[in-house]
């Protein structure tokens, strides 16, 4: 079996590449390197049954050449994080919808496979406690930048629907809720890589807002797991599907944990949202992903909790440093 893994040197991507090897598929990686690091793939860098094109979704020729190549691929390339997508809305609109198409338009034509990494942000602004696959999305307002970063995806999930429906593409879009664990960068505003690396450093945990935002952690080799199933699972094509944990914790909460599990002196600050992404941006309270339809198409469940994925990620900076 030969996996295409698009974003395969990213962080998801890479937990991937590695979970498809221990299955013993050849695993074709196209990455450009935007967010994603070499290193990522350090572990499988001697490995012959991995090849690593440098390239961009946004060339059609070579997203063709390399689908022709796959049994299967795997759709994680995108421009991701709230403070990217604010500063770069022009870049986040091309790849993720144009580089998207590419990748559809490339399965149909040779027939191949396909689950694209979709996100919880495709739901919006949507004031909803409890996420279903079912539950409508609600546009944000045009003037706040932040939220073309999930109309982007909303509309991949539709692109691959038209496929499906007019050209007879297999696809299976996969909506990812906060995905965390080692390798994550905090440099695009991630919460749990910048909270693990302040408090390792002694330095105060910036919450954004008043911290009772409730989210949902799951550990990204839950989230390889859970994607492999969708694929490995013929009924699951066509369909939309929750990935994620329903563990929650709200913002204030995880950064108390933090400060627990790394024993630091560090303090707890507040600072508004526009402080910290230069514009002011509308967050969500409520984040909580209902899985149960992943669970019954395919038997999964999180494996891990909030304090395991805490203390990989902890492990992982204390053995690799903090980035700079
Ligand atoms: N991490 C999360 O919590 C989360 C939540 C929802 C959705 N997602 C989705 O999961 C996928 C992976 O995200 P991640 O968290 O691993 O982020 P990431 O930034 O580590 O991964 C994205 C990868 O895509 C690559 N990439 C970007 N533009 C490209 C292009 N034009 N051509 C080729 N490669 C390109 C980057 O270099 C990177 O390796 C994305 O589609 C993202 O939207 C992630």
Not at 61 to 89: C, E, M, Y
Not at 152 to 176: H, I, M, P, Q
Not at 177 to 203: C, D, I, K, S
Not at 231 to 244: K, M, R, S
Request: aromatic residues 8%; hydrophobic residues 40%; negative net charge.
């Amino acid at each position: 079996m030969v996996s295409l893994v698009t974003g395969g040197a990213g962080f998801i991507g890479s937990h991937l590449c590695e979970l498809l090897r221990e299955k013993g598929d050849f695993v074709l990686v196209l990455d450009d390197f935007s967010t994603g690091r070499r290193d990522n793939l350090e572990k499988l860098a001697e490995d012959p049954e991995v090849q690593l094109v440098e390239g961009t979704i946004l060339d059609q020729g070579l997203v063709n050449s390399l689908v022709q190549q796959a049994d299967r691929v795997f759709h994680l390339a995108a421009a991701v994080g709230v403070k990217l997508v604010v500063q770069r809305p022009l870049h986040t609109a091309n790849v993720n919808l144009l580089g998207t198409h590419h990748v559809l338009e490339a399965a149909a034509t040779s027939g191949t496979p396909v689950l694209i990494a979709s996100s919880s942000e495709a739901y919006g602004n949507q004031a909803a406690q409890r996420f279903q696959e079912s539950t409508p999305s609600v546009l944000g307002p045009v003037q706040e930048m932040r939220w073309i970063y999930g109309l982007t995806k909303l509309a991949d999930e539709y692109l691959a629907r038209a496929y499906a429906a007019e050209r007879g593409l297999r696809v299976v879009s996969a909506r990812f809720f906060n995905t965390t664990g080692p390798r994550q960068t905090g440099r695009y505003g991630m919460v749990v890589p910048r909270f693990v690396q302040a408090a390792l450093a002694g330095e105060p945990l910036t919450v954004f807002g008043d911290g009772s935002q409730v989210r949902c952690f799951c550990h990204v080799k839950d989230t390889a797991q859970a994607v492999t199933m969708l694929l490995d699972t013929p009924h699951c094509l066509g369909h939309v599907f929750n990935i994620g944990s329903t563990e929650s914790v709200t913002i204030e909460q995880l950064a108390e944990t933090v400060i627990e599990m790394t024993g630091s002196s560090s303090r707890i600050e507040h600072i508004p949202y526009e402080q910290a992404y230069g514009v002011g941006i509308q967050d969500i309270r409520f984040r909580i992903p209902d899985i149960s339809r992943l669970r019954e198409a395919t038997g999964f469940e999180p494996k891990h909790s909030l304090r395991d994925i805490l203390a990989d990620v902890i492990a992982y900076y204390q053995e690799h440093g903090c980035e700079g």
